[in-house]
């Protein structure tokens, strides 16, 4: 019933910084919005999640610091703000929504609905 359409990905420097936006048609209200990664050769990675309706952020460790995760007024649009940049950062980064709360949140297994993601390359 969610679509969702991530865009904002690109080629950067090294200590530079994006903005991923990730755009939801159909009813996102009471939903978890997050941001999982994938790398060549790695396992996917849970990025960054915000909770509806009272915006409690959660983020994974290798981008605690570093990156940020919002969401608009309307809850129709999330996105994540991403600085100092480094190599290890590239992946195909995917938008994601589901159910869950808390620390739940970081397992893919518990988001019901993704986008088709967005390349990130950093370079050095």
């Known amino acids: 019933q969610v679509q969702l359409v991530e865009s904002g990905g690109g080629l950067v420097q090294a200590g530079g910084s994006l903005r991923l936006s990730c755009a939801a048609s159909g009813r996102t209200s009471g939903y978890t919005m997050g941001w999982f990664r994938q790398a060549a050769g790695k396992e996917r990675e849970f990025v960054a999640a915000?909770?509806?309706?009272?915006?409690?952020?959660y983020y994974g460790d290798s981008v605690k610091g570093r990156f940020t995760i919002s969401r608009d007024n309307a809850g129709n649009t999330v996105h994540l703000q991403m600085n100092s940049l480094n190599p290890e950062d590239t992946a195909v980064y995917y938008c994601?929504?589901?159910?869950?709360?808390?620390?739940?949140?970081?397992?893919?297994?518990?988001?019901?609905?993704w986008g088709q993601g967005t390349q990130v390359t950093v370079s050095s």
């Open positions: 915000i909770t509806s309706p009272n915006s409690i952020t």
């Open positions: 994601a929504t589901g159910y869950c709360a808390g620390y739940s949140c970081y397992g893919s297994h518990n988001y019901d609905y």
